[in-house]
């Protein structure tokens, strides 16, 4: 046993998108030996792991969700020497390694692939989702997240593919156990490179049935993850986080069951679809439902207490940035970015940082020629051939565009924010020179500076870890508020989620405790002002 029991539940994780990260090579494009370089600075930060998207070699179609050898490094990021340079340079300084494993698809360039399609008898042919058919006459009418159909003819052998992503993106046959070996004999091997654990993409979409329809929550799923857990990372208290959008309370708590036999926890993102209209996609946009976010994050963080464990993120590298997206990344930029990321610290389960967001980056300021993202270029396609105007289309993207996050790392105001010596593989956003890691690495009133608090907190105060949680303020319209309780801690947490000064009603909440921590320097005591947010503390023994 390398790790404690249960490790994860005080640790603060950073993801880095390596693309975007730092590039060391004038290349344009981010790679290992720059983050090796960037180590220190999470380190200043005081995150515990880093959650590393794909690096493993690819043709990049899906920018590296679409891994064509899981056993090499892209040259565009470096070499196995890097990589392994990384797990141990970033070790030293107490940093963890989270691998990103894609395991619901290969590249369509994966030798498996390439040797799958050669024929119907070929031994990898099974490695995949096949239907026979005739051209045109689609299996079903199964549609990619992509946009399109899921099934892709392949004329030499008579048969369609299915793809639940690009048609670069071919899915894996589950059902088939070598496949299933092959995959655990893989990340045994990455297990021996010294990472401390794994993100699991899309791992709810891993048992499909074509035949039902089904892609997330097929029949063998839990199955499944049982024997990867078995085989895997079950053997040591591994981090394992699974992406499983299809996931309600009652699931999570199955796949972050405590007795370990699934994963530590699961993303899921049932706060994050609250600003779409409802039955329709990401793309299609609505107001927030302010009290039905409360109520989404309650019920999380209770229907979990002591039965499971809960991620907590605003931000990931398919998602637009909170600061533009639920705060204002205008007039209130700094306090609003500092409130999210308070209100979300408070709550019980392991906080996730996505690059950037400790500096309050903002959403891309792109053209539609700026957009490099295949699911926007797919989606803009589709919308304008469905008869959509080009305004309406790019609203959508300006707001929701996975590109949003992927803009380059904002290290300082020289050109290129620092990010490369080169041209960048995308438009750096233009407001670098006043928002950069530089800047407010050295102002203590920065969000950086905030972020290393709210990290700092956590690992001072049990309450944060164990505290049980309750909603204040439940009808308030403006105010999110809720307290955590353990045997000898209270904390408050109080958060003025607009942009308008508003009384908060009952000040006897936080009567006899102490400021632990706010976003104004000087309080009006019963007055929140625009995103203010405070922590309130109190130990019995005080
Ligand atoms: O994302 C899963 C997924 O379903 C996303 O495509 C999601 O629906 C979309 O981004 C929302 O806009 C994971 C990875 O995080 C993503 O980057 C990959 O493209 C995808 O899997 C395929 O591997
Ligand atoms: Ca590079």
Not at 148 to 176: C, I, R
Not at 288 to 302: A, I
Not at 398 to 409: E, F, G
Not at 449 to 464: G, P
Request: proline fraction near 4%; glycine fraction near 6%; charge should be negative.
């Amino acid at each position: 046993m390398k790790f404690k029991k249960c490790w994860w539940k005080t640790a603060v994780i950073y993801q880095i998108y390596p693309r975007s990260f730092q590039d060391s090579n004038g290349d344009g494009i981010g790679d290992i030996k720059g983050i090796i370089r960037r180590l220190s600075y999470l380190e200043a930060l005081g995150v515990d792991c880093i959650w590393l998207s794909p690096v493993c070699k690819s043709p990049q179609n899906d920018n590296g969700y679409d891994i064509s050898d899981y056993q090499d490094i892209d040259p565009m990021f470096g070499t196995m020497d890097d990589m392994e340079e990384l797990i141990k340079e970033a070790k030293n300084k107490g940093i963890g390694i989270l691998l990103d494993l894609v395991l619901n698809h290969t590249s369509n360039e994966h030798r498996w692939f390439l040797e799958a399609k050669k024929s119907r008898k070929n031994f990898y042919h099974d490695y995949y989702v096949w239907r026979d058919g005739s051209e045109g006459d689609f299996p079903n009418d199964m549609r990619s997240v992509f946009g399109g159909t899921a099934w892709e003819w392949m004329p030499e052998l008579q048969q369609y593919y299915f793809h639940q992503f690009s048609v670069k993106q071919p899915d894996l046959n589950w059902e088939n156990s070598k496949v299933r070996q092959e995959l655990y004999r893989m990340i045994n091997w990455w297990i021996d490179k010294g990472v401390a654990g794994f993100r699991l993409d899309v791992i709810d979409q891993i048992a499909k049935d074509p035949e039902l329809k089904v892609t997330c929550n097929g029949p063998r799923l839990h199955e499944y993850i049982q024997e990867l857990n078995r085989e895997t990372f079950g053997k040591d208290n591994y981090l394992t986080v699974g992406e499983a959008w299809g996931a309600d309370t009652e699931k999570a708590k199955q796949y972050s069951n405590p007795d370990g036999s699934e994963f530590s926890m699961i993303f899921q993102f049932e706060h994050i679809c609250l600003d779409q209209i409802e039955g329709k996609e990401k793309w299609d946009l609505a107001q927030l439902p302010f009290l039905q976010l409360k109520e989404v994050m309650e019920k999380w963080q209770k229907e979990l207490y002591g039965m499971g464990w809960n991620s907590l993120f605003w931000n990931n590298h398919d998602l637009p940035r909170i600061v533009s997206r639920w705060g204002n990344d205008a007039e209130y930029r700094v306090e609003s970015a500092k409130m999210l990321g308070a209100l979300l610290h408070g709550m019980q389960g392991t906080p996730f940082i996505y690059q950037g967001e400790e500096l309050g980056m903002t959403n891309a300021d792109y053209e539609l020629g700026d957009y490099q993202d295949i699911e926007t270029k797919c989606f803009y396609k589709d919308r304008i051939a469905a008869g959509y105007s080009h305004e309406e289309v790019m609203k959508s993207i300006h707001a929701k565009s996975r590109d949003n996050a992927r803009t380059p790392m904002q290290w300082d105001d020289s050109k290129n924010a620092g990010f490369t010596d080169g041209k960048p593989w995308m438009r750096v956003n233009s407001n670098y020179e006043t928002i950069n890691a530089a800047q407010q690495m050295t102002d203590e009133h920065s969000v950086f500076v905030f972020y290393q608090e709210l990290i700092r907190l956590r690992k001072r105060y049990k309450v944060f870890v164990e505290g049980k949680f309750s909603l204040l303020c439940r009808e308030h319209p403006e105010i999110f508020a809720y307290r955590r309780q353990s045997q000898e801690e209270k904390l408050i947490v109080i958060c003025n989620f607009y942009g308008r000064k508003v009384q908060y009603p009952n000040p006897s909440d936080w009567k006899g405790k102490k400021l632990l921590l706010s976003n104004y320097e000087h309080s009006e005591e019963s007055v929140l002002k625009p995103y203010e947010v405070r922590y309130y503390y109190q130990c019995c023994h005080d």
